[in-house]
C-alpha cells in the first residue's frame, strides 16, 4: 500500500474510533475514554509485536518514551475537547497543530501554498461547522489547540522511533506509556465504564480503531513520507471527521462549512501531486533524511 493510501486509512479508521469513543463518555467520561482506548491497544500491540526491550539502546527508550507521551497528552486533550465541541470541529482545530508544523518544515514555495489554501479551509470549516450554531464552548476549543501541539509532537517523535526502532515494538511501549500516564486520572471512570453493560466491547472497538490501526498505519507512512507532507495530507482528518460525526452522531455541516471540506481537500490533492514530483526530483530520496530527524 502507498504511503498516501496509508495516511487516508489512517484518518478514517481514527475517526470512526473517536464517533465510537463518545458512547463511552456517558459510561466513563472523557479521561476514563481515552485510558482504555490506550490501554486496550498498548496490550493488544505489546501481544502481537512482542518488541525485545532488554535489547533496546537508551536513545530506543527514549524515543519511545517520548512518543508515549506525546500519545496521553494528545488523546487526552482531544478526547476532553470533543466532549465539549462537534468531532469535526474539534479536529479542524486540533489540526492547526500539524499545520503549522508542516509550514514551518516546508522548504518549497508551492507547498507552503498548499498549506496556505489548507489553512482557509481549516478556518472555514471550524467556524461554521458547529450543528447547532452559537459561539464554541471555549475550553473545548482551547483543548483541541493543546491537542493540536501534541499532535505536532506526536508526528516528530513518532517520525524519530521509526527511524531507531524496528518494526512497531516502539509504538507498543510508546502506547503502553501514554496509557500509563493517564492512570491517577481516569482509573475511577475507566472501570465503571467496563462495569457497564457492553462497555469492553465499545473500549475495545475504540482502541481497535482509534489506536491501533491508524498508530500502525502511521508509523509505516512516516518511513515513507517527509513530515511536512505528511502534516499536509493530514488535511483530510478535519473533512473525514465532519462526515463521520455526520454519519455516526447527527453532527449537520453548513453549507459554509462544506466550502471549507472543498477547500481542504484541494488542498490535500495539491500536496499529494507535489510529493510525487518531490520523489521524482529527489531521484533516490538522499537529501530528505535531515526533514524527520529532531532539530538539535
Given at each position: 500500500?502507498?504511503p498516501?493510501?496509508?495516511?487516508?486509512?489512517?484518518?478514517?479508521?481514527?475517526?470512526?474510533?473517536?464517533?465510537?469513543?463518545?458512547?463511552?463518555?456517558?459510561?466513563?467520561?472523557?479521561?476514563?475514554?481515552?485510558?482504555?482506548?490506550?490501554?486496550?491497544?498498548?496490550?493488544v500491540?505489546?501481544?502481537?509485536?512482542?518488541?525485545?526491550?532488554?535489547?533496546?539502546?537508551?536513545?530506543?527508550?527514549?524515543?519511545?518514551?517520548?512518543?508515549?507521551?506525546?500519545?496521553?497528552?494528545?488523546?487526552?486533550?482531544?478526547?476532553?475537547a470533543i466532549?465539549?465541541?462537534?468531532?469535526?470541529?474539534?479536529?479542524?482545530?486540533?489540526?492547526?497543530?500539524?499545520?503549522?508544523?508542516?509550514?514551518?518544515?516546508?522548504?518549497?514555495?508551492?507547498?507552503l501554498?498548499?498549506?496556505?489554501?489548507?489553512?482557509?479551509?481549516?478556518?472555514?470549516?471550524?467556524?461554521?461547522?458547529?450543528?447547532?450554531?452559537?459561539?464554541?464552548?471555549?475550553t473545548?476549543?482551547?483543548?483541541?489547540?493543546?491537542?493540536?501541539a501534541?499532535?505536532?509532537?506526536?508526528?516528530?517523535?513518532?517520525?524519530r522511533?521509526?527511524?531507531?526502532?524496528?518494526g512497531?515494538?516502539?509504538?507498543?511501549?510508546?502506547?503502553?506509556?501514554?496509557?500509563?500516564?493517564?492512570?491517577?486520572?481516569?482509573?475511577?471512570?475507566?472501570?465503571?465504564?467496563?462495569?457497564?453493560?457492553?462497555?469492553?466491547?465499545?473500549?475495545?472497538?475504540t482502541?481497535?480503531?482509534?489506536?491501533?490501526?491508524?498508530?500502525?498505519?502511521?508509523?509505516?507512512?512516516?518511513r515513507?513520507?517527509?513530515?511536512?507532507?505528511?502534516?499536509?495530507?493530514?488535511?483530510?482528518?478535519?473533512?473525514?471527521?465532519?462526515?463521520?460525526?455526520?454519519?455516526?452522531?447527527?453532527?449537520?455541516?453548513?453549507?459554509l462549512g462544506?466550502?471549507?471540506?472543498?477547500?481542504?481537500?484541494?488542498?490535500?490533492?495539491?500536496a499529494?501531486a507535489?510529493?510525487?514530483?518531490?520523489?521524482?526530483?529527489?531521484?533516490?530520496?538522499r537529501?530528505?533524511?535531515?526533514?524527520?530527524?529532531?532539530?538539535?
Open positions: 500500500m502507498g498516501v493510501l496509508l495516511v487516508i486509512g489512517s484518518c478514517t479508521s481514527l475517526q470512526v474510533g473517536a464517533a465510537l469513543a463518545v458512547h463511552l463518555f456517558a459510561l466513563g467520561g472523557s479521561t476514563g475514554t481515552t485510558l482504555l482506548r490506550l490501554g486496550f491497544a498498548a496490550l500491540l505489546l501481544v502481537v509485536v512482542r518488541p525485545r526491550v532488554r535489547r533496546w539502546t537508551g536513545l530506543q527508550w527514549r524515543a519511545a518514551a517520548a512518543l508515549g507521551l506525546s500519545l496521553g497528552a494528545m488523546n487526552g486533550c482531544f478526547y476532553a466532549s465539549r465541541i462537534d468531532l469535526g470541529t474539534a479536529v479542524t482545530v486540533e489540526f492547526l497543530g500539524p499545520l503549522t508544523l508542516s509550514a514551518v518544515l516546508s522548504r518549497r514555495a508551492r507547498e501554498l498548499w498549506v496556505a489554501l489548507a489553512l482557509v479551509g481549516v478556518v472555514v470549516l471550524g467556524v461554521t461547522g458547529e450543528h447547532h450554531g452559537g459561539s464554541l464552548d471555549p473545548g476549543v482551547l483543548l483541541a489547540l493543546a491537542a493540536g501534541f499532535w505536532a509532537a506526536y508526528i516528530m517523535t513518532s517520525a522511533v521509526g527511524e531507531v526502532v524496528p512497531h515494538g516502539g509504538l507498543a511501549v510508546a502506547t503502553a506509556v501514554g496509557a500509563l500516564l493517564l492512570v491517577p486520572l481516569g482509573a475511577g471512570g475507566a472501570l465503571q465504564a467496563l462495569s457497564a453493560p457492553g462497555g469492553p466491547w465499545l473500549a475495545f472497538g482502541a481497535l480503531l482509534a489506536s491501533v490501526v491508524p498508530y500502525s498505519l502511521e508509523l509505516a507512512a512516516l515513507r513520507l517527509p513530515q511536512r507532507t505528511f502534516g499536509v495530507l493530514l488535511s483530510l482528518e478535519p473533512v473525514i471527521a465532519s462526515l463521520a460525526g455526520w454519519a455516526l452522531l447527527g453532527q449537520r455541516m453548513t453549507p462544506g466550502v471549507g471540506v472543498a477547500l481542504v481537500v484541494l488542498a490535500s490533492a495539491g499529494t507535489t510529493t510525487g514530483r518531490s520523489r521524482r526530483d529527489d531521484g533516490d530520496g537529501g530528505r533524511v535531515d526533514l524527520t530527524a529532531p532539530a538539535g
